[in-house]
């Protein structure tokens, strides 16, 4: 099971640290990834593939990947210790607001077919 936490209320140039913290000890063998969804929209957050790819890191930290859109911005990293991926968001912006997703994988870079999601996280920017 995976949870996200630290979204919130930011205004913009902002920052905001996400976590995702699994209950499972194998959490730490897997790639995490972070994705989102823009709220206001008419579909339903179900479809995993509709969700925009963020950021990714491998099981042990070495390799990281960011859609250019984060990159420069948004920092992935995680503590195994705690079973924990954390995305540090700097700069925030308007375009920024959605609903955060972590998911879980095997392998890398995760798949967005993975079984293992959380239910995400609300990141809202003020202009």
């Known amino acids: 099971q995976l949870v996200e936490s630290g979204g919130g209320l930011v205004q913009t140039g902002g920052s905001l640290r996400l976590s995702c913290t699994a209950s499972?000890?194998?959490?730490?063998?897997?790639?995490v990834g972070w994705f989102r969804q823009a709220t206001g929209k008419e579909r339903e957050f179900g479809a995993a593939?509709?969700?925009?790819?963020?950021?990714?890191?491998?099981?042990?930290?070495?390799?990281?990947y960011y859609d250019p859109s984060a990159k420069g911005r948004f920092t992935i990293s995680r503590d195994n210790a705690k079973n924990t991926v954390y995305l540090q968001m700097n700069s925030l912006e308007p375009d920024d607001t959605a609903v955060y997703f972590c998911?879980?994988?095997?392998?890398?870079?995760?798949?967005?077919?993975?079984?293992?999601w959380g239910k995400g996280t609300l990141v809202t920017v003020s202009s």
């Open positions: 593939q509709e969700r925009e790819f963020v950021a990714a890191i491998d099981w042990n930290g070495r390799m990281t």
């Open positions: 499972e000890g194998t959490f730490k063998t897997y790639a």
């Open positions: 998911n879980a994988d095997p392998g890398y870079p995760p798949s967005r077919m993975t079984q293992y």
